[in-house]
C-alpha cells in the first residue's frame, strides 16, 4: 500500500501494485493463509480444550470470507481497465503485439477515431 501512496507513481504503476495486492490476497484466500502466531494461538486454545477442532476450522473459513471481501473491495475500487492496457510501456514481461493493438484501439477510442482509421496518423499528427 506505501508504494500506491506515494505521488510519484504513474496510473500504470499504481495499477500494477493493485493488480499485486489482488493477486496476493487470492493467493492467500487460496491456501488458508492466518499467519504463524495466530495458527499457533489456535492450536493452543484446542490443545487446552478452549475451542474445538471445528470452532479452529470455521475461524480460518471466517479469514477466507475476508480475503474475498478484500478483493470484492479491490475490484470495486479498481476502475483501470483502459489502465492496465497500457501496463506494457512498464516492460515487466515481454511486450505482445496483441497488448500494442490493444492499447492503440483504447487511445484511438478516447480521441474519437477509429482503429480502423490510420493509427499510425491518429496517434502522432492529432497529439505531437
Given at each position: 500500500m ?59 473459513n ?40 490493444a ?22 499528427k492529432?497529439?505531437?
Open positions: 506505501i508504494k500506491i501512496q506515494t505521488q510519484l507513481n504513474t496510473a500504470m504503476e499504481v495499477s500494477n501494485e493493485v493488480s499485486n495486492l489482488k493477486s496476493s490476497l487470492q493467493a492467500r484466500r487460496d491456501v488458508g493463509f492466518v499467519g504463524i502466531m495466530t495458527k499457533r494461538t489456535l492450536s493452543k486454545l484446542e490443545r487446552e480444550g478452549d475451542v474445538t477442532k471445528q470452532q479452529a476450522e470455521d475461524f480460518v471466517k479469514a477466507a470470507e475476508f480475503y474475498d471481501t478484500c478483493i470484492a473491495y479491490v475490484d470495486r475500487l479498481n476502475h483501470s481497465d483502459d489502465v492496465n492496457k497500457l501496463l506494457f510501456v512498464l516492460l515487466l514481461k515481454p511486450l505482445t503485439w496483441h497488448e500494442v493493438e492499447a492503440n484501439e483504447m487511445i484511438c477510442n478516447i480521441v474519437g477515431r477509429s482503429s480502423s482509421a490510420d493509427d499510425i496518423d491518429c496517434l502522432t492529432q497529439h505531437v
